[in-house]
């Protein structure tokens, strides 16, 4: 709920109050001043001792007052956090309205100097918690999902109160709300669905079976109605699956990841009566995940979108490189991670090192069928020597003692194909060629053990060579035409982002949609919801 500022205004207007430290106000009685400031110094030392930041801060601030002084600046300070706590539902976070309530009536109440401390503390913790939320997200994505491994960025609270005090207070609070345009954009979906939300949404949904250009009749009606409101569609009576009807289709399908042919089929009716409220959790859900990305993502970065399987190079903020990819699995520990790193280098005519999880789960079996088996593998000792296969007992081995690694040699069959790009992290998570280039005409194309494979794994390689190497394609086919497995530094290391969005705004500020191919959105939603977020223009 946001408060509107002529209610903000009364509220702060009946909470008025001012300290001052030589006497509290008319009719409560004059005290020495040393005694009034020792007991409003205990009071905020005692109110501050349960949030680390908050009492380093009036540490260091010689216990100061920042929002309760006599001076003006202390009252332009409340109204911002009241006003901002007031309105904070438009950031899809939990209402907070109870709290300006409660905050209004301790501040009407205050009648003493202790009073006035514990004010003062109540309103540091508030302005700390509220920049926390709007900035760096209410959850934790690793107490969601184990695949959610981003590690959000970390402010100090002090921080929030020193920016408080020395900044020019809605500026400051303005500050907080990511800078991003994405975030920007999301905002501005988020109210257009719920104005949606009150005028009843997209309409009746249509009869999920396949329709395409030609055909005529009831069903093709409700598809027009619903494309019109959606948007993808003119104003009209026809009956017809015609070419406007098709191209409609088609843009709809473009913007939701999905084949572009211009059929309704069950997969496109599916999305397309997808309601307003599902979408609005989607986005809701963005904007929480927005928060947790790095306010700096680099000039150059790549960005790996889990559900729309693609790899973009992003350049001050354009795309200039797009391809497909294939993602992990869904299945078991084969999800790819979400986290971000930096690029260091690419390897050209790579080795397939198998992950030892690979090796026993995969390969083992195998061998203990035939010691011959998966032949294209070198198996290696703890020294790196290739064993021979036929002096080993493979059956004796069970996952925990299996001694050996194996490694698969460079070649065009290699399953990491011809090129890879690394980002060393513990996961063991990088971008790379494949053999299996048939993967990528799928629409859903999550099949890897959870790397991340490129339908154009050389052109992306030119790209991130272009910038230190004045022929890029030329140097790269020089190391590759030697057979040999090669190291190439990139002189500027590039960030890489692997997110997960099924919700987002393109540059022409259109919003796009995609599957939630793990179910990790609908647990996102889900511990939004328990930590408070409603749905705003939810009718009923």
Request: aromatic share 8%; hydrophobic share 40%.
């Amino acid at each position: 709920m946001c408060i509107p500022r002529a209610e903000l205004a009364a509220k702060l207007k009946a909470g008025a109050f001012a300290l001052v430290l030589g006497g509290l106000a008319a009719g409560t009685g004059v005290a020495p001043a040393y005694a009034q400031v020792t007991a409003f110094k205990q009071a905020i030392a005692e109110a501050a001792s349960v949030d680390d930041a908050v009492a380093a801060f009036y540490r260091e601030n010689n216990y100061q007052p920042i929002w309760t002084g006599a001076d003006t600046e202390g009252q332009a300070r409340r109204a911002a956090l009241l006003e901002a706590l007031g309105n904070v539902s438009v950031h899809g976070l939990p209402d907070r309205s109870v709290e300006v309530a409660r905050l209004t009536e301790q501040m009407k109440n205050a009648r003493t100097t202790r009073d006035v401390g514990l004010v003062e503390v109540a309103l540091s913790r508030a302005l700390v918690d509220y920049a926390r939320d709007v900035q760096t997200g209410l959850l934790v994505p690793s107490q969601i999902d184990d695949g959610m491994v981003r590690e959000k960025p970390s402010v100090d609270g002090t921080t929030y109160l020193v920016g408080m005090r020395d900044e020019q207070p809605m500026s400051f609070i303005r500050s907080l709300t990511p800078a991003s345009p994405q975030y920007r954009a999301l905002m501005k979906e988020k109210l257009r669905l719920e104005a949606l939300l009150q005028q009843g949404g997209w309409g009746p949904t249509v009869l999920n079976r396949k329709l395409e250009p030609g055909q005529s009749g009831a069903d093709v009606v409700a598809l027009r109605d619903r494309l019109i409101v959606m948007g993808y569609l003119q104003r009209s009576a026809t009956r017809d699956y015609d070419l406007a009807m098709e191209s409609a289709v088609q843009q709809f399908q473009s913007d939701h990841g999905l084949e572009v042919d211009g059929v309704a089929g069950k997969g496109t009716v599916a999305e397309i009566n997808k309601s307003v409220l599902t979408r609005l959790k989607s986005v809701i859900v963005a904007m929480e995940r927005e928060r947790w990305l790095p306010t700096d993502r680099g000039e150059r970065h790549v960005l790996v979108n889990q559900t729309d399987f693609t790899a973009k190079i992003i350049d001050h903020g354009n795309v200039t490189f797009e391809t497909r990819s294939v993602i992990g699995k869904n299945q078991g520990d084969r999800r790819s991670p979400e986290f971000s790193d930096v690029m260091e280098h690419m390897v050209i005519n790579p080795s397939w090192y198998v992950p030892r999880s690979i090796v026993t789960k995969e390969y083992l079996p195998q061998l203990k069928q035939n010691p011959n088996a998966a032949g294209h593998m070198e198996i290696t000792d703890s020294r790196g020597r290739r064993v021979d296969r036929s002096a080993v007992d493979f059956t004796q081995f069970t996952t925990r003692s299996f001694p050996f690694a194996m490694r698969q040699p460079p070649s065009s069959r290699n399953a990491l194909g011809l090129v890879k790009f690394m980002f060393p992290n513990k996961y063991n998570i990088y971008l790379h060629d494949t053999p299996a280039k048939n993967l990528f005409s799928r629409e859903v194309r999550a099949y890897s053990h959870g790397c991340i494979r490129l339908q154009q794994p050389f052109d992306f390689a030119y790209a991130l060579l272009a910038r230190q190497t004045e022929d890029p394609k030329a140097f790269f086919h020089r190391v590759l035409n030697s057979g040999k497995e090669t190291k190439v530094e990139l002189d500027k290391k590039v960030p890489v982002h692997i997110i997960y969005r099924t919700a987002v705004v393109s540059a022409k500020g259109r919003a796009e949609y995609r599957r939630d191919v793990y179910g990790r959105d609908a647990k996102v939603w889900n511990a939004l919801e328990r930590a408070g977020v409603v749905l705003s223009g939810v009718q009923g």
